[in-house]
């Protein structure tokens, strides 16, 4: 009997802990209590910086969560990602400059690209920002189940996207559920390697096999390659060899957060 209560007093506890969490999440996204951060995607082989960014959302901090990956796998796990997701790219637009140069790298969950919140961003990105669109690269995780869709509603969704002007990325590459088949749903313009194959690659001839394989496969595919999470300079040199374009990570810059004054 004093299990079944021990038990009843847990989910309660679980129950009000989550109901806390979800206010929370419900006042960073009325308030956008969101810092935005960018971090340089670079050239490797000449180091370049400046050509293109990618953006990301942050909760102030003191919001009552640990780290940001705490906060979106929260709103991902409670049916509030596509808010989510559609204020932080607001945010990001709204600490853009009047005139954008580079590409503009965002992060967004796939299922948010089905959900009516984002027919009200693409309304408001027609009106405002028609012309930035073919600047933006959505950023889709492999770390969403990708298999919530049919290959065909997938790539139907892409390709009208595509026709507004979208590219698309396919971020975490290498740690993902769905594996290949996000590869062959989505058919990126970039593919980003997770930093977890990337980090010490150069003393791991076994991954540095799988990485020359994948690397080639997309060369041969017209797919550019970004190697994430780069932070010494042998996992650089290891993947400019390869031939791979671009690389992002602690090793060429940390995110910057931007002025949060508008
Ligand atoms: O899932 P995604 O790749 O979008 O995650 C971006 C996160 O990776 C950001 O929180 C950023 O701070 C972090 N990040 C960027 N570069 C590095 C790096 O070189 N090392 C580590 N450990 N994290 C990084
Ligand atoms: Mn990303």
Request: glycine share 6%; aromatic share 12%.
């Amino acid at each position: 009997m004093s299990f079944i209560i021990e038990k009843l007093k847990l989910f309660k506890r679980n129950r009000m802990m989550c109901e806390i969490k979800m206010n929370e999440v419900r006042q960073i996204i009325e308030l956008t209590q969101l810092e935005v951060y960018s971090q340089p995607i670079v050239q490797l082989d000449q180091q370049q910086t400046g050509f293109a960014f990618e953006y990301l959302n942050r909760p102030r901090e003191g919001s009552g969560f640990d780290h940001p990956g705490e906060f979106y796998a929260f709103a991902a796990n409670h049916g509030t990602i596509a808010e989510v997701d559609v204020c932080a790219i607001e945010n990001i637009l709204a600490h853009l400059p009047e005139r954008v140069q580079e590409t503009i790298f965002v992060n967004i969950h796939l299922s948010t690209l089905f959900s009516d919140r984002w027919v009200e961003l693409l309304e408001h990105l027609n009106i405002s920002y028609s012309d930035v669109i073919p600047q933006i690269v959505l950023e889709i995780s492999e770390r969403e189940g990708l298999d919530k869709y049919t290959t065909s509603e997938v790539g139907e969704k892409i390709w009208d996207l595509r026709a507004l002007g979208f590219q698309f990325a396919i971020d975490d590459v290498g740690i993902g559920y769905s594996g290949l088949t996000s590869l062959t749903m989505v058919k990126p313009d970039y593919v980003k390697i997770d930093r977890l194959l990337v980090s010490y690659i150069d003393t791991d001839p076994y991954r540095q096999h799988l990485l020359k394989a994948l690397v080639e496969y997309w060369i041969n595919v017209n797919v550019s390659v970004i190697a994430e999470g780069i932070e010494r300079k042998e996992e650089m040199d290891f993947f400019a060899k390869l031939g791979v374009t671009f690389g992002q990570g602690y090793f060429f810059q940390k995110p910057v957060k931007l002025s949060t004054d508008l």
